[in-house]
Every structure is written in structure tokens, then in C-alpha cells.
């Protein structure tokens, strides 16, 4: 227990990394690789948005006292970055409904020995 | 307005042209495009002029303080690469002037990609370049699949997830880096990262931003992206040429950069060495598997990239830039390679190398392109591939250097005098001849640059990189007997060992790796970086 209270939200970010990291690695259905790339890409975001933000800050929206906001740098930036991401998201799965409806599986191996031929 | 503002200029000018033109019929639009193209070159040459006569352009965008505002800047190493960016963008935008396959939502992404690449050249921020290679990285995926036949959306989906994972560890890198130095700038990062005590701090996230760098720069064993979208059946030929000519250059040229920002902490030469010499060996071998005209020089892009990024960490300078220059020159026998190769499927309407013959007798044009960039490549004398691996040469001490180089050259090579047999013989089977005078005109006018690009080897290195070097032992007899003995040795080794091991070349080529396995290698990629890092 006493190991789970001193994880702060960077740590549990860096483990989603990896989570989906090995999701990517693993997992044999196409539908779930995407939702794990997907997830290390979250993972990576919400660390970068903890960055620079001491215990008690508030997020810098219009209205909090400058003093105690946290670092705004990357809370702008991670809005880019978390648009970027669902973009591409999106596209990943539009092209894995196209492949899945022409070669008829939802898994890579079988995936890869159809398209290979 | 200041002069700082073409940098603004450059990187904008393209996507907006491309936007606001949009309205107009398809051949006013390509001639608008090409236009704005030819202007964007302009720039980019005076750009060059002005960096060149020692004046670095730099700008904080929005006039925020140093720290916070996204710099671009552009110096002697990014301006010869705006440069190139810009000419071969004009090049092959000229040379599909009657394509059939123009129209003006590829015209636009095209232009939109144009951007994007000379953006990331100009670029001084991490965050910037992130955005900017992710962009990319989206419009590639579409041009990849843009004709959607076969399997090129399989193609392209592979390619975006693989570089998706490889740019969530890029992010991750630099969040590492954001908080240890509380800057994005490169400049101030380089000067914080040399205050910290001890490199360990730095080490995660150097390894995180350098996976996604090598990914990028193709190297091994991440470069099973690179022939997918540079060879992909159904990308235009003017997509792989710009895909080989300028985009995977990002790679090296962010390789280049961030190496410099960590250099004060982290020194990674030996690795990339390393990496760059294996890369060569394992891109040559597989395109002497392949049968596919335009994978073949897919998977020679990946052998050329280990050469570039050898000479860059070789030590010295010459080789150093031996590298760079050899940067350029892949571009131009390269991005010359891939548009003939575009030329001769269409009009032979097949693929491999076995069913196509007589390109010198059915479209002389193309031939001779298609050889001036062959010897360009091998880096036959006179022309410009002998310049640059002369410098990295110059690099490489003993025994065991001079025979890494020759074994990479013989691959090089043999992987060549099979892909010139569509030279000769009689062609099978009926040919549609291109009756294009722009595909003619571009192919000789890059043809001939590659020769120039050999004759005046000096002049050029001095004109685009600044140091003087000499050129003189490249074309020494030794050079010269060395050259024909690699191509009588190569010759020998086609006709004795290539031609009767085929089923060996079949499973070779049939082999494809499944995503999870590609994943995998990304990971031990970076965790192999990692354990150099903690253990010398």
C-alpha cells in the first residue's frame, strides 16, 4: 500500500506508456492494437501535462491567481498534441475497416499472410 | 517586415497557395502550384545566399521572450537541405505536369507536404518538429494510398501505426526533457543540458527521441516502413521520389540536430556507427531479393541511409561532410531512379525486373536517366556518388574500414547491374511510349546534376557546406581500377551466386514481419540504445 500512495500521476502515466506499449506488442486483433497505440499515445500526453505542476496548483484557466497556477506550457501544447492524436486515431481505424472488409479478419497474422500473397 | 520573415515566408507560402488557389480548374491550379514552387525556390536560394555569406536567420515567432516563442532559424546546416527541399519539389511537380494521375486534392496535399518538410528543416523548437513530422506523417499515409489498389492500404495503415508508436515515445522523450530543462528551444536546451552534473538524467529521454529519429532515418531493424511507402504499387512515382529525395533526409537531418543539442552529456557515436554499417549490409542484401523495380530502389534507400548516417558519425570532418553531401546527391539519383522507375511501369504496365527490357531502345529519355543516376549511385567516377563516398572513405582507418566500405559498394553495386538489365535487350510485349517532354526534360536535367555533381565535387561541397576539400584522390587510378574491379566482381557474383539461388530470394522476399513483431523490434531498439547508454 505504502508503495501505491507514493506514485504520483507522472508514475501511473509512464505505466500507461508501457501498458499500451505491450498491448502494441501482444495483442493479436487489430481493433486492439489500435486502442493500445492509442493508449501509449494518452500516456505519454497526460506526463507531459503533468510537467512542471507543484501539488495544489490549479489548472491556468482565466480567473486562477497567477500564483497558483501550474506550468501553462504544457497544457497548451498537450491540446495540440491530444487533437493530433485523435486524428490520427481516427484514421488508423477508418483504414482498419477497409482492410478489414477486403480481406475478411480482424487479426495481423492472418492479416499479413493474406496480403502478402 | 524584416528578413527574417522569409523563413515565415518559405514554410507558409506553399500550403496557403495551395489552399486559396483551390477554387480554380485542375491545370490553372498546377500551373498556380508551379509557380508558387518555382518562387519558393527562389527564396530558398537567397535564404541559402544570405546564410551562406555568414549571416544565420533566426525569429521568435509572435515576438515572445526567448524560452517560450517557437524559433526558426535557419544556419549552414539547414539551409542547403531548405534548398534541396524546395528544387526537388519544383523538379517533380514539373515532371508530372502531364500526369494522369494529378488531381487537386493530391496536388494539395502535395504542396501541404512540401510545407511540412521545409518546416521541420527550419524549425528550432522540439515541440514544433513533433507537430510538424506528425503532420507528415498523416499526409504520407494518404498519398501512400492514394490510387487504393492492392494491398496499399494495408501499406499505409502499417505505416502510420508503426510511426504513431514511434512518435508517442517521441512525446514521451520530450516530456522527459521538458522537465529536466523547462525549455522546448533547442538552443537553451543545449545550454541547460550542459549545466546538469551527470548525463544520467538524460539518457531516457535522449533514448526515447532517438527511437523515434531512427525509425524515421530508416534505420535498422526499423526500416520495414520505409519500402512500404516508398514502394508502395499504388503511391504516384512523384510520392516515392519525394518520399526518398527529401522526407526520409528528415530523419538524418533531426539525427544531426538533437545529437547536438545532448551532445555535451551524451556521446552515441560508436552506436550509430555501428547501426549505420549493419543498416547498409542488411538494406543491399534485401534488394537483391526483390523482384519489384520500385522495391529495389526502396530497399537501396535504406542501404544509402547506413552510409549516410556512418559518415556522419565516422569522426572526421571530411566524412563528416562526405555525409552531408551525400545527402543531397541521394536525393538526386534517387528521387531520379524513382521518377524513371514511375515512368517505365507505366508505360511497360508491370513491375519486375524480369518482364521489362529495352527502356534505352523504347524511351531513350528515361535510359539515360535511369543509367546517369545508376552510376551516380554505385558511385562510378565522374559522377556524383564517388564525390561523397570518396569523403566518407577519407573517414575510415585499416584494414577493416577500407573492406566495410568496399563490401557496401560491391552490394550497392551487384544490387545495380541487376536492376540494369531493363536497360537492354528487346522489349516484350507492347509499350505505351510517353510522348511528355516534361518527363524527358526533368529526367535529363537530373541526370546531368548527378554528373556535375561528380565533375565539380569540390566547388559544390565548398559552395553548399563551406569547408574545402580535396577531390583529387577520387579520381585517381587507383579509385578508378578500384571502381571497375567492384563492377567486375559484382558482374561475377550476379551471374554465378544471385541468378541460382532464387528460391532462397523468394523466402527472403515473402518473409514480411506482422505489426506485433515490428513493435517488438521498435522496443528492443530502444531498450538496446538504452543499455549503451548506461553501460559505457
Not at chain 2, 525549455?183 to 529521454?205: F, G, K, Y
Request: charged residues 10%; aromatic residues 12%; glycine residues 8%.
Amino acid at each position: 500500500m505504502a508503495l501505491i500512495n507514493t506514485l504520483g500521476i507522472s508514475d501511473l502515466a509512464i505505466a500507461l506508456f508501457f501498458i499500451g506499449l505491450f498491448g502494441a506488442m501482444t495483442q493479436r486483433s487489430i481493433m486492439k492494437t489500435i486502442m493500445s497505440v492509442g493508449i501509449m499515445d494518452m500516456g505519454a500526453i497526460l506526463y507531459f501535462a503533468m510537467a512542471n505542476r507543484p501539488d495544489g496548483a490549479r489548472p491556468p484557466i482565466a480567473g486562477t491567481p497567477p500564483e497558483l497556477m501550474a506550468d501553462p506550457v504544457p497544457q497548451a501544447l498537450m491540446i495540440t498534441a491530444i487533437v493530433i492524436g485523435v486524428s490520427v486515431v481516427a484514421m488508423c481505424l477508418a483504414m482498419y475497416m477497409r482492410v478489414a472488409y477486403r480481406y475478411r479478419t480482424a487479426e495481423w497474422s492472418i492479416l499479413t499472410r493474406r496480403v502478402e500473397k | 517586415m524584416t528578413i527574417s520573415s522569409i523563413l515565415y515566408l518559405i514554410i507558409l507560402f506553399p500550403v496557403t497557395a495551395a489552399a486559396t488557389g483551390y477554387f480554380l480548374p485542375q491545370r490553372r491550379y498546377h500551373q498556380l502550384l508551379a509557380a508558387v514552387n518555382v518562387s519558393v525556390t527562389v527564396l530558398a536560394a537567397f535564404l541559402f545566399h544570405t546564410v551562406r555569406s555568414g549571416q544565420p536567420l533566426e525569429h521568435l515567432m509572435a515576438g515572445w521572450p526567448e524560452g517560450l516563442a517557437i524559433r526558426l532559424v535557419a544556419d549552414s546546416l539547414s539551409a542547403p537541405l531548405v534548398m534541396l527541399g524546395a528544387v526537388f519539389c519544383t523538379g517533380t511537380l514539373l515532371f508530372s505536369t502531364r500526369a494522369d494521375y494529378l488531381d487537386k486534392t493530391f496536388l494539395f496535399l502535395f504542396m501541404a507536404l512540401e510545407s511540412t518538410l521545409l518546416g521541420i528543416f527550419l524549425s528550432g523548437d522540439l515541440f514544433n518538429i513533433y507537430v510538424l513530422i506528425e503532420l507528415s506523417m498523416l499526409i504520407i499515409a494518404i498519398l501512400i494510398m492514394y490510387k487504393q489498389d492492392k494491398q496499399s492500404v494495408y501499406d499505409a495503415m502499417l505505416y502510420l501505426m508503426m510511426n504513431f508508436i514511434a512518435m508517442a515515445f517521441m512525446l514521451l522523450g520530450i516530456g522527459f526533457i521538458y522537465r529536466i530543462t523547462g525549455v522546448l528551444d533547442l538552443n537553451m536546451m543545449h545550454e541547460r543540458i550542459a549545466m546538469l552534473e551527470s548525463p544520467q538524467a538524460v539518457m531516457l529521454p535522449f533514448a526515447m527521441i532517438m527511437t523515434a529519429i531512427a525509425l524515421k532515418a530508416a534505420m535498422f531493424p526499423l526500416f520495414s516502413w520505409l519500402p512500404r511507402a516508398h514502394g508502395a504499387p499504388s503511391a504516384p512515382a512523384i510520392v516515392s521520389a519525394v518520399l526518398s529525395g527529401v522526407q526520409v533526409k528528415t530523419g538524418v537531418y533531426l539525427l544531426i540536430r538533437v545529437s547536438a543539442v545532448f551532445a555535451p552529456q551524451i556521446d552515441a557515436t560508436a552506436f550509430f556507427l555501428v547501426l549505420g554499417f549493419i543498416t547498409s549490409i542488411v538494406g543491399f542484401l534485401l534488394a537483391i531479393c526483390q523482384k519489384d523495380i520500385k522495391l529495389i530502389l526502396a530497399y537501396h534507400t535504406v542501404s544509402q541511409m547506413g552510409l549516410i548516417v556512418m559518415g556522419l558519425h565516422l569522426g572526421t570532418e571530411t566524412a563528416f561532410y562526405g555525409g552531408l553531401y551525400h545527402i543531397i546527391n541521394h536525393a538526386l539519383f534517387k528521387g531520379l531512379l524513382f521518377l524513371t522507375a514511375g515512368t517505365i511501369i507505366e508505360s511497360y504496365h508491370r513491375r519486375s525486373y524480369a518482364e521489362i527490357r529495352g527502356v534505352m531502345r523504347t524511351m531513350p529519355a528515361i535510359g539515360l536517366g535511369t543509367l546517369a543516376g545508376m552510376l551516380g549511385i554505385t558511385g562510378a567516377p565522374f559522377f556524383n556518388g564517388s564525390i561523397s563516398k570518396y569523403f566518407i572513405s577519407d573517414g575510415l582507418q585499416g584494414n577493416w574500414g577500407g573492406m566495410a566500405l568496399f563490401l557496401i559498394n560491391l552490394g550497392t553495386t551487384l544490387s545495380f547491374v541487376k536492376y540494369a538489365v531493363i536497360l537492354f535487350g528487346k522489349p516484350a510485349g507492347k509499350v505505351d511510349r510517353p510522348r511528355d517532354p516534361w518527363v524527358a526534360s526533368v529526367a535529363i536535367v537530373f541526370g546531368l546534376a548527378c554528373l556535375f555533381g561528380g565533375l565539380l565535387g569540390g566547388p559544390a561541397v565548398q559552395w553548399l557546406f563551406g569547408p574545402t576539400l580535396k577531390t583529387a584522390g577520387a579520381l585517381s587510378t587507383q579509385k578508378i581500377l578500384g571502381f571497375a574491379i567492384t563492377l567486375g566482381i559484382a558482374v561475377l557474383a550476379y551471374r554465378l551466386v544471385v541468378s541460382r539461388i532464387g528460391t532462397l530470394l523468394i523466402r527472403v522476399r515473402t518473409n514480411k514481419f506482422t505489426f506485433n513483431q515490428l513493435t517488438v523490434m521498435m522496443t528492443l531498439f530502444f531498450l538496446a540504445l538504452l543499455a549503451f547508454l548506461w553501460l559505457r
